[in-house]
């Protein structure tokens, strides 16, 4: 029996899957897609309950098939990360720390926030920052930050920071890419500003 027979098979009743095999393997699965489960049931002999379960297993194929995945802009410049992160820190009032998981051609993967509050070390501890990078199997890392004041120039605070995820990446084989500071209207870069290699 084709493989996708017996999937169909293994969503009846257990009552229904004797009968209905040789009547599944001689149609065709896209003509059975269309059914709607009056007429799998009429057809098939099917119970009102498997035909039904089976009717939505065709609907959840066809949706799965007509979604698409959202774009992942692709993150490499500071620029982008700025564009990417302005609107949700605008008017934020604590310093709010996200990162951004990379792919292999620094597609976001997903953003995070981590952590909230003034930045210390102990708040933006690096297992963290870099736990949904590791669950990931990202490529690499972005961190980025608000400051609410408006200046993005970085603290010392900031650049300590900094330089312990920028270690820890390298221990783990995530590098981090860059730090982005966010302030009002403008950014700066901490992977140009400490110039650390790629």
């Known amino acids: 029996m084709d493989?996708?027979?017996d999937w169909v098979a293994e969503l009846l009743d257990p009552a229904d899957r004797l009968a209905a095999r040789e009547r599944l393997r001689a149609h065709d699965l896209l003509e059975l897609s269309r059914l709607d489960a009056l007429e799998l049931e009429a057809e098939?002999?099917?119970?009102?309950?498997?035909a039904r379960r089976l009717h939505?297993?065709?609907?959840?194929?066809?949706?799965?098939?007509?979604?698409?995945?959202?774009?992942?802009p692709a993150l490499r410049s500071p620029r982008a990360v700025f564009e990417?992160?302005?609107?949700?820190?605008?008017?934020?009032?604590?310093?709010?720390?996200?990162?951004?998981?990379?792919?292999?051609?620094?597609?976001?993967?997903?953003?995070?926030?981590?952590?909230?509050?003034?930045?210390?070390a102990s708040l933006v501890h690096p297992r963290e920052v870099f736990r949904g990078a590791i669950?990931?199997?990202?490529?690499?890392?972005?961190?980025?930050?608000?400051h609410p004041s408006g200046d993005p120039e970085p603290s010392a605070e900031d650049l300590a920071v900094t330089e312990r995820l920028r270690q820890a990446g390298e221990v783990l084989g995530i590098p981090l890419q860059d730090h982005v500071i966010l302030g009002e209207g403008s950014f700066v870069s901490l992977r140009e500003r400490l110039r650390f290699s790629r």
């Open 3 to 5: 493989l996708w027979a």
């Open 135 to 146: 669950r990931q199997a990202a490529a690499a890392l972005i961190v980025a930050h608000n």
């Open 44 to 50: 098939f002999g099917l119970t009102r309950a498997s």
């Open 84 to 120: 990417l992160l302005d609107p949700l820190a605008r008017g934020l009032e604590q310093e709010t720390f996200w990162s951004l998981t990379l792919d292999g051609k620094q597609r976001l993967q997903r953003l995070q926030p981590v952590s909230t509050g003034t930045l210390t």
């Open 56 to 72: 939505t297993a065709f609907s959840l194929g066809r949706a799965v098939g007509q979604s698409r995945r959202p774009v992942r």
